[in-house]
């Protein structure tokens, strides 16, 4: 098993080989599945306490594999999270942010005209450098317009959406949401895939299923290794759950899409061990931001213990359920406390597959196999960013708020509140307040709700701010920016570009 | 299996009729144990998804057991939801409540004269017509005075406090607080028992674990079944740990203690293991009442995703870890959803030795037997006290609060928090809010929270109102309080009746 970890390009050079001598083909590289769910919260399974316990798959997944408590998305919204997953760069690098506004979100609807710029070296191109079939089902979000497709960033299939399921809309000023197959767009959302808003019934994840089940036995037929990027989104609203999972939830709608979200990665570890290619599978479950508190309850998930949700830098935006899966080479039933990012499913995949990450520019995801597969646990910062703004920064148990802002004012006064019922004082504010002369400083072993901020004269804080400053200052020196992607545009600079 | 839920007395019955043949002993009743910890919340352990995941013992005792994610404490206060414990009767009918003040909190320190009264039929007492031999080890904290120590009231053995740990006191007018061994007493906390307020360190949970392993030797070698009620106190501020512990958790101090208790709880399900008498010994773990907020994060455990903590009847202060244990009987990790309340461990443990409980007196606990041997749910209220006031009650999905109140605004203004961080508008409330005509309704299954309460105006909120008041209006009218056992008195007053 060590030897994975510590062998780069090793299952390459071992089939080459192979090829050159003539002889029985080398075992493939492992195929690799990233689940990745949308706005679905730490809290919302049963391994993480989730009081219901409708999620017997996962927690299942959890007993055989490894689970990090400590797992992070790399923004606190769905867009940026994407591209980070699939670069192993911070949004900031990539360009998925806004300077709109100082340390506002930004995420791609219709308005929006930027999207994954050509430069990105994406997960699915450098997979092909090791023989890999990739395919993405579900959501894309990294873009809408042609150019920026998911065929055309180094995937060999899509089924699935550019965006989200937002409207529907009037089909004329904003027309419905386009799904594709490859690059034809097959139909749209609320047409040819409808969602009933009224009663939430829709048979996308049983569509998403399919394409996965189908796409995993038709690489296993051809005995080529695949990457499989499940990103469905029935737990985003509004939410959906096919007729058979409706009403079958203690926790309402929201649990129904759950329960059928862990009712399909039940059936695909299945199909894996019953075409027995489990133990050549590597499979990583996670979400892309913390639960949408602002749909709670009826629409929303839970964050567990932490504070607020989707669209924040505090752990409840921010900490995702993160479950590695890898029969006969993640040992069962560990946890794993090491600090972990969705950027290192980037650099993982790479290193399962015997690559190394590009060198021509900064990667921020770490290779997490010596932890996986070693116990090893490597020191390293957690950046919180909203937009081109630094917003916070975790290092061990420590994280510094160099600002804190849920929504705004303007937002809150309508309705809009990111924290329902999390009202910390000098933290949940809804004016942005700066700290970075001297950080709110909280101990997230102690107080992982974020509701004690440690004194600014104690010497504990004064530790901890000693081994965070070099930290923060050596990233904020050494970052480049990339071109700002997700800057709204008004709807006739968005129709003049995209015509 | 199912025998043991259905045919009451039926060990009795088998035992006697062994006797009168003259035949090889029977098999005797089960051993029953129950572990009771003191503050600590339901997000304390890892299996109800703790993130620092410390409590290996207890999470492998929830997988060889079953879990109960919406099990109940009689009172968000120590002293009251031991007195339910072991009566089976919620705190308003034993007398453990105040008429001090309309809603208020009352536990036992020096000041109280109260205890439980002769009236009352204890758990230990009644075990004794089945032959079993019992101890409590560790807090009683039902009556400090002579004639309310557990030895009157059916124990045989005790080691430990009737108190808890306050102080220290200045041995004058207020000396510490004793520990006996039985009716003796052996020395005082702080003095004999030392805890060091500056470190934390304490060796008292390694004597507690002492007292129950030779108990359960002692008893296993005389062939006799046993009732060890196991009262350790460690999570209670002041938290401590000893000095093996200290200094070992990511959580800090209460998180030292935690682990502490959990490899304790590892030790003693062990032993029993080594014994043969695992299979004949049924343990349940619980807690007195949720985690103690305004002790946190140093000295204060972990609510999970509930709102508030201790002296409150909001979910984190009255929802409790519990895990029941019994190999070869209870079906491994399996959770049940029943509604569980301490007093359930009343009335089971009386059905597990073949007992029915008392007829002559309202019993509020149900047998849990057969929704842990049969998974048969039992439709049933939870109701929440404070005082002597009914605040709340949870019937299904559906908590109707009739009044809200965190602690006063005097208390609050001299920061007193028992809800730090959650502030949810109308429901967390620093004077006492009258909701009987409209109680505020929340579902607990999509909302565990209580963030979001159900609109007045919805079919939702009138029928679950309607399926509510009807088994509230019962209760009411069947209701006969006890005599008000823990009204405060002046020193004066005390000195007086204790002399």
Known sequence: MAAVAVATRWWLLLMLSAAELGVAPAPQPPNILLLL??????????????????????????????????????????????????????????????????????????????????????????????GYASKIVGKWHLGHRPQFHPLKHGFDEWFGSPNCHFGPYDNKARPNIPVYRDQEMVGRFYEE?????????????????????????????????????????????????????????????????????????GRILRLLQDLGIAENTFVFFTSDNGAALISAPRQGGSNGPFLCGKQTTFEGG???????????????????????????????????????????????????????????????????????????VTLGQYKAHFWTWTNSWEEFKQGIDFCPGQNVSGVTTHSQEEHTKLPLIFHLGRDPGERFPLSIASIEYLDALRRITPVVQQHQEALVPGQPQLNVCNRAVMHTVSR
């Open 318 to 392: 921010m900490r995702e359920p993160a479950i590695a899966w890898w029969p006969g080479h993640i040992p069962a039933g560990q946890v794993s406390h090491q600090l972990g990012s969705i950027m290192d499913l980037f650099t993982t995949s790479l290193s399962l597959a015997g690559l190394e990450p590009p060198r021509d520019r900064a990667i921020d995801g770490l290779d997490l196999l010596p932890a996986m597969l070693q116990g090893r646990l490597t020191d390293r910062p957690i950046f919180y960013y909203r937009g081109n703004t630094l917003m916070a």
């Open 37 to 130: 769910m949308d706005d679905m919260g730490w809290g919302d399974l049963g391994v993480y306490g989730e009081p219901s316990r409708e999620t017997p798959n996962l927690d299942q997944m959890a007993t055989e594999g490894m689970l990090f408590p400590n797992f992070y998305t790399a923004n606190p919204l769905c867009s940026p999270s994407r591209a980070a997953l699939l670069t192993g760069r911070l949004p900031i690098r990539s360009g998925f942010y806004t300077t709109n506004g100082h340390a506002r979100n930004a995420y791609t609807p219709q308005e929006i005209v930027g999207g994954i710029p050509d430069s990105e070296l994406l997960l699915p191109a450098l997979l092909k450098g090791a």
């Open 193 to 265: 895939f409808p969602i009933n808003l009224k009663t939430g019934e829709a048979n996308l994840t049983q569509i998403y299923l399919q394409e996965a089940l189908e796409f995993i036995q038709r690489q296993q037929a051809a005995h080529r290794p695949f990457f499989l990027y499940w990103a469905v989104d029935a737990t985003h609203a509004p939410v959906y759950a096919s007729k058979p999972f409706l009403g079958t939830s203690q926790r309402g709608r929201y649990g129904d899409a759950i329960r059928e979200l862990d009712d399909s990665v």
